[in-house]
């Protein structure tokens, strides 16, 4: 038995949400194809809405009266509210929305993805390819966001560009024309978005703002592939971007993954969204552990073996960032993926990944 929790509505439903359907049709096809070592697995899917006390309360509902083995693609946002009750029980997290602070300073929470200041590192990094000055915009309304000033402040010295613009701004603004305005007057080279990727592009592009576009963190929802003035959109996954075909071709993982898709949600088909082959990921790290674990029973202390017998450097078959687990050690890796909008299609980018000096991430990391 495993469960899964997440912002799965809300006002996180158009990018979270598709995270419930990715990991129900991991567990689909790892049951159709028998099992994890011949035992089906069994899934609870928890929705907290982004609300803090009701995630704290399915939590402790799927521990304490569901017993289950693993928490499996946490899409929580309000997660650190309950990371130290799962730390305080020993309930392995497995995979999830990496950005999330205890994906980084938990020892609890095993990353599929990027950890933030590894995030943020790639998205600097990108920027600088259009210039070395860069404005930047983050949500204000979600604290984990609205954090992200600081830590861009930290960053930019280490890549090497000059944030002429640092500024929180509202999710929901009725306008961000004085946002693409200051920029175009602060002689940005490019814009960091973190807020809605749509409005925003669409309103630069008809004042005539001349520079390039970075999103990231999987806030790029499919109505952005719709606008013509998201066309060379450059975006940072902190997970790998199975949801673009020609990248998932690459891999067997990944092929895998297609072919699961394809038999079992046959209407997504060319329509995958980030966070619903993130979830998969996600799944498939769990799978991995549970095949290391050396048990024949499937029970939080056999999951934690599991992963503490991964190889160092494991990668998944190339899913995730490399992982170097360290038994009641934060896990923190530093490499994010890159993709972009072509021809109003995801598309892979001129290079799949950036990774961050592991000095940086991990020193960062250490002053959450």
């Known amino acids: 038995m495993i469960g899964s929790i997440g912002s799965y509505t809300g006002r996180t439903a158009s990018t979270i949400g598709p995270a419930r359907d990715g990991i129900q049709m991991w567990a689909d096809s790892v049951n159709a194809a028998g099992g994890i070592k011949g035992k089906k697995v069994k899934l609870i899917i928890e929705d907290d809405a982004g609300n803090a006390t009701t995630a704290l309360a399915k939590v402790k509902e799927l521990v304490e009266q569901d017993h289950v083995s693993a928490i499996v ?82 960053v930019a010295a280490t890549v090497g560009v000059d944030l002429v613009i640092n500024q929180k701004v509202s999710s929901t603004a009725p306008s961000y024309a004085p946002q693409c305005q200051a920029s175009m007057a602060a002689g940005a080279n490019s814009m960091i978005i973190k807020v809605p990727v749509r409005p925003v592009i669409e309103q630069c592009r008809t004042l005539g703002t001349p520079m390039g576009f970075v999103s990231g963190g999987g806030n790029v929802t499919a109505d952005v592939l719709a606008s013509p003035a998201a066309q060379g959109l450059k975006n940072v996954d902190n997970r790998y971007p199975l949801y673009v075909d020609a990248i998932a071709a690459r891999t067997e993982p990944g092929r895998a993954f297609t072919q699961a898709v394809a038999t079992l949600a046959p209407a997504l088909q060319g329509k995958v969204q980030p966070f619903y082959s993130a979830a998969y990921i996600d799944g498939m790290l769990f799978k991995a552990a549970v095949e290391a674990s050396g048990s024949e029973q499937v029970t939080p202390e056999s999951v934690l073996a599991g992963l503490y017998a991964l190889p160092q450097g494991f990668d998944l078959g190339g899913l995730i960032p490399p992982l170097t687990i360290v038994k009641d050690k934060p896990t923190v890796t530093n490499c994010s993926f890159l993709t972009e909008i072509k021809d109003g299609q995801w598309a892979p980018a001129d290079q799949l990944t950036v990774c961050a000096p592991q000095e940086l991430t991990t020193r960062l990391a250490q002053q959450k």
């Open 73 to 154: 693609s946490d899409n929580s946002v309000p997660s650190p509210t309950w990371s130290q009750y799962v730390e305080q029980k020993k309930i392995p997290v497995v995979g999830g929305f990496s950005l999330t602070p205890p994906f980084y300073t938990s020892p609890m929470f095993f990353p599929t993805g990027a950890s933030t200041s590894a995030q943020t590192y790639a998205e600097l990094e990108v920027a600088k390819t259009f210039g070395p000055k860069v404005a930047s915009y983050v949500c204000a309304e979600s604290p984990n966001c609205a954090a992200l000033s600081a830590l861009q402040d930290q």
